[in-house]
């Protein structure tokens, strides 16, 4: 053991020490000041793992990924965190411009402002119109393609999108983007997609 690691049990000893000398001082009955005790050093010996063995930073990694809204990548499943408003969130590369779009399964198409489709070398001009039913009516817009979204590692080429102003967000990545992965799906507050 070496001089910091003694250093730090002593630490670890006194607080026990305190902690029962408290207990018996306040003439707490064997069995619940037992399991108060069995509490405290739990408190202790996980505040020492955390600042001894750099624990935190182990511990708190995936809380951490969580709460930055990075999405995570294993082998070729792609986990994204739930934002604080409950939505899935990703910034997708669409024609290679980096482009944040909300996850929508209740939508059909993936669906894009007029500048963001600018932005990402859509031809939006190009396609013809179409009414789209949405959560706020019927709205009209431009039915086109784009030629490569990206999600992590994930990668769908020529695809359907829809043009519109009209739609209230940047973008939305649509049911024809995640019924070409082969599995997707929200486990607690991940949303997994796997190509």
């Given at each position: 053991m070496s001089g910091e690691q003694g250093a730090q049990a002593l630490y670890l000893v006194g607080f026990l020490v305190i902690v029962l000398t408290g207990l018996v001082a306040r003439r707490i009955p064997f069995v619940r000041g037992?399991?108060?005790?069995?509490?405290?050093?739990?408190?202790?010996?996980l505040a020492y793992l955390v600042?001894?063995?750099?624990?935190?930073?182990?511990?708190?990694?995936?809380?951490t990924t969580l709460l930055s809204g990075k999405p995570q990548v294993v082998g070729d499943t792609v986990r994204i965190p739930m934002s604080p408003d409950g939505h899935f969130y990703v910034t997708a590369r669409v024609n290679g411009e980096p482009i944040r779009l909300?996850?929508?399964?209740?939508?059909?198409?993936?669906?894009?402002s007029?500048?963001?489709?600018?932005?990402?070398?859509?031809d939006a001009q190009g396609g013809y119109r179409v009414p789209v039913r949405t959560a706020n009516g019927v709205v009209t817009?431009?039915?086109?393609?784009?030629?490569?979204?990206?999600?992590?590692?994930?990668?769908?080429e020529d695809m359907a999108v829809l043009v519109s102003d009209s739609f209230g967000v940047d973008g939305v990545l649509g049911m024809n983007f995640l019924s070409?992965?082969?599995?997707?799906?929200?486990?607690?507050?991940?949303m997994v997609l796997e190509p």
């Open positions: 037992l399991l108060m005790a069995a509490s405290w050093v739990a408190i202790f010996g600042i001894a063995g750099g624990g935190l930073e182990r511990a708190g990694g995936q809380l909300l996850i929508d399964s209740g939508a059909t198409v993936t669906s894009f007029s500048d963001v489709a600018l932005r990402a070398d859509i817009a431009r039915r086109t393609r784009a030629e490569e979204i990206e999600v992590e590692t994930i990668k769908v070409r992965l082969r599995r997707w799906g929200v486990e607690g507050r991940w």
